[in-house]
C-alpha cells in the first residue's frame, strides 16, 4: 500500500475522474433516453466535459440525468463493493455534484448546468433540495472517508 498521502493524492484523483465521467455520462445517457440526438460531447477529466444535443426533446430530462447518474451510479458501486476507496469516491461525487449546481447558481454562469436548468422550468426548490441533500450527505461522508484514509492506523484499502 502507498503512504497515506499518496493514497490520499490517488483517490482524489480516481474521484475526480469518476465524478465528472458518471456526471457528464449521466447527462448523455438521459438525453438518448429522452430521444435526444448527441451531436458533441467530451468525457476528458481535465477539462470541462460537456455534451450538445440537437434537437434534445426533454432537456429537463438531459440536465437532470447529469447530477443524478452522478451520484448514483457511484453510490451504488460502493453499496456492491463496500471498500472504503469505493465509499470515499462515492462522498466526493455527492459533494462535489452538489457543490457544482450550488456555486453555478451563484455565479449564474450560463453554460453551466444550473442556469440551464432554471432556463428550462426547473424548480429552484428542486435544485436547492438536491444541492443541500447532496453537500450535506457528501460532506459527513467525505470528511469521515478523509479520516479514514489519513489516519496512520487506517486499515489497509481492501478492508
Do not use: K
Not at 493524492?9 to 455520462?25: D, G, I, P, Q, R
Amino acid at each position: 500500500m502507498p503512504p497515506c498521502g499518496l493514497y490520499f493524492v490517488l483517490l482524489l484523483a480516481a474521484s475526480w475522474c469518476v465524478m465528472t465521467f458518471t456526471h457528464e455520462a449521466g447527462h448523455v445517457v438521459a438525453g438518448w433516453a429522452a430521444g435526444g440526438t448527441l451531436v458533441e460531447a467530451d468525457l476528458a477529466p481535465w477539462g470541462l466535459p460537456h455534451s450538445r444535443f440537437d434537437p434534445d426533446p426533454h432537456p429537463l430530462v438531459t440536465l437532470w440525468g447529469g447530477p443524478i447518474l452522478g451520484v448514483l451510479v457511484p453510490l451504488a458501486v460502493a453499496l456492491i463493493v463496500r471498500r472504503t476507496w469505493a465509499w470515499f469516491v462515492a462522498h466526493f461525487c455527492l459533494l462535489a455534484n452538489g457543490s457544482y449546481l450550488a456555486v453555478a447558481w451563484l455565479t449564474g454562469e450560463r453554460d453551466l448546468d444550473t442556469a440551464r436548468l432554471l432556463e428550462h422550468g426547473a424548480h429552484p426548490a428542486t435544485i436547492a433540495t438536491y444541492c443541500v441533500a447532496t453537500i450535506g450527505v457528501g460532506y459527513v461522508g467525505f470528511r469521515r472517508q478523509c479520516v479514514r484514509v489519513l489516519s496512520p492506523t487506517a486499515p489497509p484499502p481492501t478492508a
